[in-house]
């Protein structure tokens, strides 16, 4: 699997959270929109999938246990039109503004989950998300590694996704890991089972030298 290679942001900053189920990402997502609006930052803290009307929607088909099995590019394709209204009604604006954009999920789960986890050719896949998000890749990804058994013993209920074999939630974790070492420059990949504050200390880090370039 090739890293995504989109365009970087003309203003503003991206800055996505990656890995698989109960790895901590909508956490440190949160921590590091509090400690840069400490810092005096415009900052957009998101999600995917679901955080417009039409993806909500979108959400509740491809995460209620209740829609059953679903085609692979069927569900690849409820993703991507989830990224798409995204990037078009959330992302897109909030740069433009000048914003820090913190997203939780973005391409990479697609890649990971629909490419390596379900088999989808990974070619085929990143042309139909490079479509969709219109080439917008970010400017520094958060990877939290977690192996997966741990990160879903922390489920009591699991959704659509959640409730996959651990094989599947296994490879997924091997296409992030795979994504990361083909761009290391814009990849940052930390241990997720590492004490809470650490983590935030090396994602400030990382960040700080992105707002300190464009802030």
Do not use: N
Not at 36 to 43: A, T, W, Y
Not at 85 to 102: N, Q, S, W
């Amino acid at each position: 699997m090739t890293s995504y290679p989109g365009q970087h942001t003309d203003s503003g900053v991206f800055v996505c959270f990656e890995g698989g189920e109960g790895a901590g990402k909508s956490t440190q997502a949160r921590l590091l929109a509090e400690w840069l609006r400490g810092q005096d930052h415009d900052v957009l803290l998101t999600f995917e999938p679901g955080d417009t009307p039409v993806g909500q929607d979108i959400r509740r088909i491809v995460l209620d246990p209740a829609t059953g099995h679903l085609a692979d590019r069927t569900e690849a394709l409820l993703y991507a039109a989830d990224k798409a209204e995204h990037v078009e009604k959330v992302v897109r604006p909030a740069l433009a503004a000048g914003a820090v954009v913190i997203t939780d999920r973005y391409v990479d789960t697609s890649l990971a989950y629909q490419g390596t986890g379900r088999g989808i050719d990974a070619a085929e896949l990143e042309h139909v998300l490079r479509w969709a998000t219109g080439d917008l890749r970010p400017d520094v990804t958060v990877v939290l590694d977690l192996q997966p058994e741990h990160g879903l013993a922390r489920f009591e209920e699991r959704d659509r996704i959640e409730g996959e074999s651990l094989g599947f939630h296994q490879r997924a974790r091997q296409g992030f890991l795979d994504l990361a070492a083909a761009d290391p420059d814009h990849y940052v990949v930390l241990d997720a089972r590492r004490p809470q504050d650490e983590l935030a200390a090396d994602i400030r880090d990382r960040v700080a030298a992105l707002v300190g370039v464009r802030g």
